[in-house]
């Protein structure tokens, strides 16, 4: 998978599902090698949540996915306090169980659901960054899935007819068209690197990579305000 990909503009319905296995992959291990202390670090992406406050939510959400559970009100704060406070009984290694199950099956519902979920399956790799970053670990809002997540970030900015933006990556060789397009207005335009992309479509602090932007304001850009 690389950015080329995008230039069809046609949605790939398995990339939700492929994000989540490789990020199932790298983080599952890395989590269960952590002491329970590390759980209880407060994740600052995520006011009020600790790191295992943010992990059942994760694996809560899909867990929805996979058994179709939509009540009213799903994915929002007071559901997803909800959610967590269902698993405050739970041991770490069961919340960790339950995510990695949720990672290995919620593609194939996230496939059918022509677009709708999307937003989940991308939602699950920027919590999965918010963690990495928490625990100092390499590879926060990057690593080996960047490139799919990125994908799937034009497609669901695209279909949501977000801000246009033309984004030159310092660490792609091609660039990113993300947001709909109207015709009318000329895409906004960032240079810097993939991982602050992400961060501010996020809604996650910048750390101190320069970049530039320009025909947009920061808070514009974020998917999950």
């Known amino acids: 998978m690389t950015i080329a990909d995008l230039h069809d503009d046609v949605r790939d319905p398995g990339l939700p599902g492929r994000l989540l296995t490789i990020e199932r992959d790298a983080l599952i291990p890395l989590l269960r090698a952590r002491t329970d202390a590390d759980f209880t670090l407060p994740v600052a992406a995520c006011p009020g949540w600790t790191v295992r406050h943010v992990l059942a939510h994760c694996s809560a959400a899909l867990t929805r996915v996979v058994e179709s559970r939509f009540e009213k009100g799903v ?17 770490n290694a069961q919340v960790l169980d339950e995510l990695e199950r949720g990672m290995s099956e919620a593609g194939a519902v996230i496939a059918k659901a022509d677009g709708s979920l999307d937003m989940v399956a991308l939602g699950e790799w920027v919590h999965a960054g918010d963690v990495r970053d928490t625990l100092g670990e390499p590879g926060a809002y990057g690593g080996d899935a960047l490139p799919h997540a990125l994908v799937l970030l034009a497609q669901v900015s695209r279909e ?24 009318q207005h000329p895409p906004a335009r960032y240079i810097g690197d993939a991982s ?7 809604g996650r602090p910048v750390t101190g990579t320069p970049y530039e932007l320009a025909g947009v304001e920061e808070g514009e850009l974020n998917l999950f305000g």
């Open 75 to 91: 994915f929002g704060p007071e559901s997803n306090d909800r959610d967590i406070a269902e698993r405050a009984g739970w041991t």
């Open 160 to 183: 949501r007819g977000h801000i246009p933006l033309h984004a030159d990556l310092d660490d792609a060789d091609e660039p990113l068209r993300l947001g709909g397009t109207d015709g």
């Open 196 to 202: 602050t992309l992400v961060r501010l479509y996020s």
